[in-house]
């Protein structure tokens, strides 16, 4: 039989994998989209823009996606993984 220190260790939640989506705002106001690996994102007029775009990005799982914090400013640089692969 476990005692107790080992059931919380069994029960212990298993931490889940950060957002693939961030959801924020720029210094100028509109809304971001940023990918966790870089791959994806963009700039959006309103907040429903960007909702709809994470959320078909991620096959409608809200798990996928997250708010920034408040005060929290996103910046969107879409050029930093390299010139050379822009199509």
Partial sequence: MANAQQRRQIS???T??????????????????QDREG??????INEAAALHFA????????????RAAAGVVLD??????????IH
Avoid at 39 to 44: K, S, T
Avoid at 60 to 66: A, F, G, L, M, T
């Fill in 39 to 44: 791959l994806v994102g963009g700039l959006f």
């Fill in 16 to 33: 889940a994998r950060p957002a693939r989506f961030t959801v924020g705002r720029d210094r100028g106001g509109r809304w971001i989209v």
């Fill in 12 to 14: 212990a939640p298993v």
């Fill in 76 to 85: 969107f640089a879409p050029l930093t993984r390299g010139a050379g692969n």
């Fill in 55 to 66: 959320a078909e990005e991620c096959n409608h799982n809200p798990d996928e996606i997250c």
